[in-house]
């Protein structure tokens, strides 16, 4: 399977500890982004890598989240000190390269958080 | 700024039955338009997509058009069916000079289709 696959899918915590998701893309994808997603709600955009470099952080993004990409490869989203209100689908994605807004984002099945 | 407005769910439609789901969107400049949907228990799926004014997206039956004088990209199908039960998502990517491209979501529509 080559598409975008994300660890862990379920991740269960309790209020003030703190967690690390990981985001695998398609290997020739250098475009990756991280949306957030609550119950009956659409995603929403958290922040984007391009290569490793982090261009755009949503105001979404408190202090206590914070992400990487060291290698240009996979991603790392990690929260600190989570809240309950932390709790929501994390989605990945990436696309090719190309600056074009008509390039199709490919999702991966997204880690469910709880924080109790 | 920009935002994306989808009708409300869920849409119960028997089969065979005409599909229409509503989206508008705001924007500035000339967003790309697209249609995802989630199939119980899978990650988001592109449907169809639209690049510019009066292009039609399609797939699997599904169409949508990108209509800039009523800034909408309505979902429509001709005959629904039961494996067509999904959240359908309408989303814009707005023009980026960072090159961004981000997703702007709408809340989704779920359809349920009954045999």
């Known amino acids: 399977d080559t598409g975008v696959s994300q660890d862990p899918r379920h991740k269960i915590t309790k209020r003030g500890q703190n967690v690390t998701f990981r985001c695998d893309p398609i290997s020739e994808h250098n475009r990756l982004y991280w949306y957030r997603q609550t119950l009956g709600q659409g995603p929403e955009f958290l922040t984007y890598?391009?290569?490793?470099?982090?261009?755009?952080k949503s105001r979404l993004l408190s202090d206590r989240f914070s992400a990487e990409r060291p290698k240009g490869s996979f991603s790392t989203l990690e929260i600190q000190r989570t809240e309950q209100g932390d709790s929501a689908m994390y989605l990945c994605a990436s696309s090719p390269p190309g600056a074009s807004g008509n390039n199709e984002q490919f999702f991966g099945p997204g880690t469910r958080l709880t924080v109790l | 700024g920009n935002s994306v407005t989808q009708m409300e769910g869920p849409v119960t439609l028997s089969e065979e039955a005409f599909l229409t789901i509503n989206c508008t969107y705001t924007?500035?400049?000339?967003?790309?338009l697209f249609w995802y949907v989630q199939y119980p228990g899978e990650g988001l799926q592109l449907l169809l997509k639209?690049?510019?004014?009066?292009d039609k997206g399609s797939n699997k039956g599904f169409e949508a058009t990108y209509r800039k004088e009523t800034t909408s990209f309505h979902l429509e199908k001709g005959s629904v069916q039961v494996s067509d039960s999904a959240v359908y998502f309408c989303?814009?990517?707005?023009?980026?000079?960072?090159?961004?491209?981000?997703?702007?979501f709408g809340t989704g529509t779920r359809l349920k289709v009954l045999a």
């Open positions: 924007a500035t400049g000339y967003p790309s």
């Open positions: 989303a814009l990517s707005p023009f980026s000079t960072s090159g961004t491209y981000k997703y702007i």
């Open positions: 890598f391009q290569n490793e470099a982090q261009l755009e």
């Open positions: 639209a690049t510019k004014a009066d």
